[in-house]
């Protein structure tokens, strides 16, 4: 089952603007994933946020996360037309037994040249 | 190095026939992940392995999925009799292991069945 939900399910922006998208979720967990998923196949690991973190950032994305309110933002700054992708928050919790990864249905982030 | 590799890239089979689809994990990775995706939706988690045995299968969605792993490296996922409702792309990821370790996805196989 679905861990939670990415808002919104889709973004069209103007290169060079930036795009948010977040993500909110419904249990415990250890840490906080973002993932790319183009044309519908392999996933490129974006960024891992823990638990215990509350932003961190990698070239030109930027993810907070809010523990307490269960969600996180994925911001990327300065779009460009090679942005246009899926992206998908998934969260990993030990305590489920395994450290299987949950996801969301993703946000689809069209990027216009 | 070499990524996550999985084998066919696409696979088209008829109702009720055994498909199996093949996985090589990222030298070195003890974990392995099967996931299904499904058209517009997230991947879903189907089973994981820990070395040769599976940690946690409780996604599969029933016995007709299996999966084994039986060097600690090499993953086969089997579908038995196959369903319309089976079509999905089927992700492996594998990783070092442990809950704070980024998964590696490979590119997937994308199951059609008529």
């Known amino acids: 089952s679905q861990q939670g939900e990415e808002d919104p399910q889709a973004l069209s922006i103007q290169e060079g603007e930036n795009a948010t998208m977040n993500c909110s979720y419904k249990?415990?967990?250890?840490?906080l994933q973002w993932y790319r998923q183009n044309s519908g196949r392999g996933l490129v690991h974006l960024i891992l946020?823990?638990?215990?973190?509350r932003e961190k950032h990698s070239g030109r994305l930027r993810v907070t996360l809010d523990t307490s309110k269960k969600s996180s933002s994925l911001l990327i700054t300065a779009s460009r037309a090679a942005d246009t992708a899926s992206y998908f928050c998934a969260t990993a919790y030990s305590g489920a037994g395994s450290y299987q990864l949950t996801f969301g249905k993703g946000t689809k982030l069209s990027v216009i040249p | 190095g070499a990524g996550v590799s999985q084998t066919p890239s696409n696979k088209v089979t008829e109702k009720g026939k055994y498909v199996e689809l093949r996985c090589d994990p990222i030298s070195g990775h003890t974990a392995l992940y099967w996931y299904r995706q499904s058209l517009g939706q997230g991947p879903e988690f189907l089973i994981y392995f820990q070395g040769t045995g599976a940690a946690d299968d409780s996604g599969l969605p029933n016995d007709r999925f299996f999966a084994v792993r039986p060097e600690g490296s090499v993953s086969t996922l089997k579908i038995q009799r196959t369903e319309r409702g089976d079509s999905a792309v089927y992700l492996c990821?594998?990783?070092?292991?442990?809950?704070?370790?980024?998964?590696?996805f490979g590119p997937g196989t994308r199951l059609l069945v008529l």
């Open positions: 990821a594998s990783s070092l292991g442990g809950v704070q370790e980024t998964q590696y």
């Open positions: 946020i823990r638990s215990n973190e």
């Open positions: 249990t415990s967990i250890n840490n």
